[in-house]
């Protein structure tokens, strides 16, 4: 060998050590759930019993090689992608105790993720930017403190592009691949959220047990028609959701999960006696 041979072999061994690392990634014998969850406000994390259940579900699920989330409290046009290194968290919330406002969630930064969302999202034609400043909302940390409180699983967060659901369920089968690569893909909203007619009291208004079943009794029955209508075939619809942001996650993550994934409910029932359905789903 001479020595421009052994030069363009040197030069060369950067890209066979990485070729050989990505042959080496194992791929999940079977692909990971995919989760839409109701996430609360700050307060959940003052709830024992819904605290336990997120972690109880947390426990039966495959551990993650990492979390992406897409959160009812991040929308903006076109998908943005969110910070890949530490930085602070955002605390979109108003009127809670002082202490809500200290609350940590130091999860390490997804850089990979990021460049395979990107490379999935490009092969689709879907647009997207990046936000590097943009920390995690409360959509995305508070249920990931009851679910992986050691914050040792690497977070992405991406935004909700559109509330237009048949978009939105493409942006989700466009992730799908990373079900296959040990990632957890996360939709976080609320089946039912009337900030305005929720916290009366009495009994469970109607419009929310009515749009809560009708939601739990389409995704059984894989009539995802049905769902992309639900402004118009939800019983409630109207009242149980004056603004779509919450129930949207839902939709990105049916696209994740395939639209005849398994459907199981392992959280049902109301947020201290309130119309805010708790109801969060596995999909797969």
């Known amino acids: 060998m001479d020595r421009r041979d052994a030069l363009r072999t040197l030069a060369a061994l950067p890209f066979l050590a990485a070729c050989r690392d990505r042959k080496a990634e194992p791929m999940s014998a079977t692909p990971m759930p995919v989760l839409f969850l109701a996430h609360g ?35 903006t046009r076109p998908l943005a992608i969110g910070a890949t290194t530490p930085v602070p968290l955002i605390y979109d ?30 092969a689709k034609a879907i647009a997207f930017a990046d936000e590097p400043r943009r920390g995690l909302d409360h959509g995305a940390y508070v249920p990931l403190m009851a679910m992986y409180p050691s914050a040792q699983v690497p977070v992405l967060q991406v935004s909700l592009p559109s509330e237009d659901p048949r978009l939105l ?18 939709g976080s909203g609320f089946i039912t959220h009337n900030m305005r007619l929720g916290f009366q009291d009495g009994p469970l208004p109607q419009w929310a047990t009515d749009f809560d079943q009708w939601t739990k009794e389409t995704l059984e029955r894989h009539d995802v028609d049905a769902l992309l209508d639900y402004r118009a075939k939800g019983p409630g619809a109207k009242i149980a959701l004056p603004t779509q ?16 994934a398994k459907v199981r409910f392992p959280i049902d029932g109301w947020w201290m006696g309130m119309p805010f359905t708790k109801r969060s789903v596995q999909l797969g």
């Open 41 to 75: 406000a700050p307060p959940l994390l003052d709830d024992p019993a819904w605290m336990a259940e997120l972690a109880t579900w947390a426990k039966s699920l495959p551990a993650p090689k990492a979390v992406l989330m897409v959160s009812a409290h991040w929308e």
């Open 93 to 122: 919330f108003g009127g809670f105790p002082e202490r809500f406002y200290r609350l940590q969630y130091p999860s390490p930064g997804a850089p990979q993720l990021a460049a395979r969302v990107r490379e999935l999202l490009g």
């Open 169 to 186: 369920l493409d942006v989700g089968a466009a992730l799908a691949p990373l079900r296959d690569e040990g990632v957890l893909i996360v």
């Open 245 to 260: 942001e919450h129930f949207v996650p839902l939709l990105v993550a049916l696209g994740a999960a395939g639209t005849q």
